[in-house]
């Protein structure tokens, strides 16, 4: 079995890619030119698999060399990860990330239709969907009310997923997944953010940690747990959405609380508000029902919250000199 991956180099890619490994795919990704002249740090998430996997430079902005490659890898299965995944960076640029998520999701999409109908394909559809829904938990039948330029997008590429699906005769799954984190979440993100912050306080190279809403909420699971649910939806006899969450929901208050007293640290001595960090529109708090994913995947959750973050400090303190 042959799979292609685009955003292999990231969080998920690169924990997708060691899954699908192990269960004896041939793994193909997709990465910018720009990493693969910059392999220690841009492919650092891959260092372990590098030579067991094949890398293919493209844009998945570039119609024709995402043709090229999906032709001649002719995979059986297609991840399509790549996008532009920081929310705040949708409110700074709207126009940017419309190329990347819609239109490149739309290339991946019409290219597979046209060179490999058969191949069965996995869109990354977010919480991010549900904005401000409107009941609560969500689930697969939830209406969509996105409130950022990248639910947006997410959404747009969620109905074309379904479009090619029910259209075209694709095996197309979107994976609604809520927020999900690990050791390999990129800088910009809270929980990473959080956990690099408190232990600099604790190496005495930081006094104080600027931070946007701490009273925000979010639904946060563990990615490799998550990649595990997007690799079962293409095992199934039929291709359908599904959510992927942990129903729990913890603030971003809990998590400094967790991450500076995990180092014998008081939170409230270091972090501070600073409104630049606030969004013009904050999701309502989402939390996700995955009854359906449990049932019908037998998807199940194996890292709590606690453990998580746990795992992330512990981590961040090993390998605190070079900042993975
Ligand atoms: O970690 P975040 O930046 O993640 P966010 O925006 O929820 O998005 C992540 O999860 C989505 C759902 O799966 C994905 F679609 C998306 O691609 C990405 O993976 O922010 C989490 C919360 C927000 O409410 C934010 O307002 O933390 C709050 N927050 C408070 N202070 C902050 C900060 N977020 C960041 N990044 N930085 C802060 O200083």
Redesign the pocket.
């Known amino acids: 079995m042959k799979a292609l991956i685009t955003g292999i180099s990231g969080q998920d890619g690169s924990y997708l890619a060691e899954l699908l490994l192990k269960e004896g795919y041939e793994v193909h990704g997709i990465v910018m030119r720009s990493e693969l002249e910059d392999q220690e740090h841009s492919l650092r998430r891959l260092s372990g698999i590098l030579d067991k996997i094949h890398l293919h430079p493209a844009s998945i902005e570039a119609f024709p060399s995402m043709f090229e490659i999906v032709q001649k890898v002719k995979p059986d299965e297609c991840y399509h990860l790549a ?1 532009s ?4 960076y949708s409110f700074d640029d709207e126009f940017a990330i419309f190329n990347s998520n819609v239109t490149g999701t739309h290339y991946v999409l019409s290219i597979l239709k046209q060179t490999a109908p058969e191949c069965k394909f996995y869109f990354a559809a ?3 969907l549900f904005g401000r829904a409107d009941s609560y938990p969500q689930n697969e039948n939830t209406p969509f009310h996105p409130r950022s330029a ?1 639910g947006i997008t ?1 959404a747009t590429g969620f109905y074309l997923t379904c479009n090619y699906r029910d259209n075209y005769g694709l095996f197309a799954c979107n994976g609604i ?4 984190e690990s050791v390999r979440r990129g800088y ?4 990473k ?1 959080i956990i690099r912050g408190a232990v600099q306080v604790k190496k005495g190279e930081l006094q104080e940690l ?5 009273d ?3 639904d946060w699971g563990y990615a490799p747990d998550y990649v595990r649910a997007m690799w079962l939806m293409l095992q199934q006899d039929k291709p359908d959405d599904y959510v992927v969450a942990t129903g729990k929901l913890h603030s ?1 208050r809990e998590l400094c609380d967790i991450a500076f007293s995990s180092m014998g640290l008081n939170y409230l001595d270091y972090v501070k508000v ?1 409104p630049k ?3 013009p529109a ?2 309502v708090p989402l939390v996700g029902d995955s009854s359906k994913a449990q049932n019908a995947l037998k998807w199940r959750i194996e890292k709590t919250f606690q453990e998580m973050i746990e795992e992330m400090v512990e981590f961040e303190l090993a390998n605190y000199e070079t900042k993975i």
Do not use: C, I, M
Not at 85 to 88: D, G, L, M
Not at 177 to 180: D, G, Q
């Open positions: 996008a995944s920081f929310v705040s977010s919480s991010e990248y997410k997944l809520y927020n999900h910009e993100f809270v929980t953010k600027l931070l946007g809403n701490l925000a909420q979010r971003v600073d960090f606030f969004r904050e999701t």
